[in-house]
């Protein structure tokens, strides 16, 4: 069955440095895709970077990287040089090619950022 | 980009009555939308997915009389809390997938801005 377990209730990092969130995942799918995704207090939900099962890179998106390990079931969230603004809710979804492609997400992380 | 515009962002009602939330793909095509509901504290729950022109599908658990779904065009999906009560008070968020599945800037998948229903 498909599960994603974000087990990083809350974080804290200073600013300009960098983070990792924490993601892991299960499915029989051998196809899927693996996102990320920021919400701010506004609640409005913003797409970070997208990861699919059979890309052999890594994906990067600016500040945001994924470090996809695919026989550990993990797509952890790299956010490099942190900012104020990084302070959010971060949730980590995962949508099967077979599911019908709904996506079903990780409980969030909460990421606070120190100036 | 691919935007979606959902409406209204914040709702009170009282309870028993019915409320509508719009979803609307601006500038492209949605074949499928799905809805969600936030809980607090809590993660996105997956309450359906709506294929325009059929009928929606509902997650195990999702009362289907209480939240009616419909997709009548590629543009627009709509949510219908009917009856409403404080329990249902929440946040609903829609995201809409383009017929050909890459939009610009998601890969496929834009999120609306989210509703904040309060039912007193």
């Known amino acids: 069955a498909q599960k994603i377990t974000q087990t990083q209730p809350g974080m804290f990092v200073q600013e300009k440095e960098a983070v990792t969130l924490d993601c892991t995942y299960d499915t029989s799918d051998p196809s899927y895709g693996l996102f990320w995704y920021k919400q701010p207090s506004s609640g409005e939900m913003i797409f970070l970077i997208y990861?699919?099962?059979?890309?052999?890179q890594n994906a990067t998106e600016g500040r945001y990287s994924l470090n996809f390990q695919k026989a550990r079931k993990s797509a952890n969230l790299v956010i490099s040089a942190s900012q104020l603004g990084d302070s959010a809710m971060y949730f980590c979804?995962?949508?099967?090619?077979?599911?019908?492609?709904?996506?079903?997400f990780g409980a969030g992380t909460r990421l606070f950022v120190k100036a | 980009g691919a935007v979606v515009s959902q409406h209204p962002s914040r709702v009170i009602c009282k309870s028993g009555t019915s409320v509508k939330i719009e979803c609307r793909s601006l500038d492209f095509q949605a074949t499928t939308m799905f809805w969600y509901r936030q809980f607090p504290k809590k993660s996105l729950m997956l309450m359906a997915t709506?294929?325009?022109?059929?009928?929606?599908?509902?997650e195990q658990g999702v009362e289907k009389d209480k939240f009616l779904i419909n997709h009548a065009s590629l543009t627009l999906s709509t949510l219908t809390v009917t009856s409403a009560h404080p329990e249902d008070s929440s946040f609903y968020i829609c995201?809409?997938?383009?017929?050909?599945?890459?939009?610009?800037?998601?890969?496929?998948?834009?999120f609306g801005s989210g509703t904040r229903l309060t039912v007193v």
């Open positions: 979804a995962m949508r099967e090619v077979t599911g019908g492609f709904k996506t079903i």
């Open positions: 990861q699919g099962s059979y890309d052999q």
């Open positions: 995201s809409a997938r383009s017929q050909g599945g890459e939009v610009p800037g998601g890969n496929g998948y834009t």
């Open positions: 709506s294929n325009e022109g059929s009928k929606a599908t509902y």
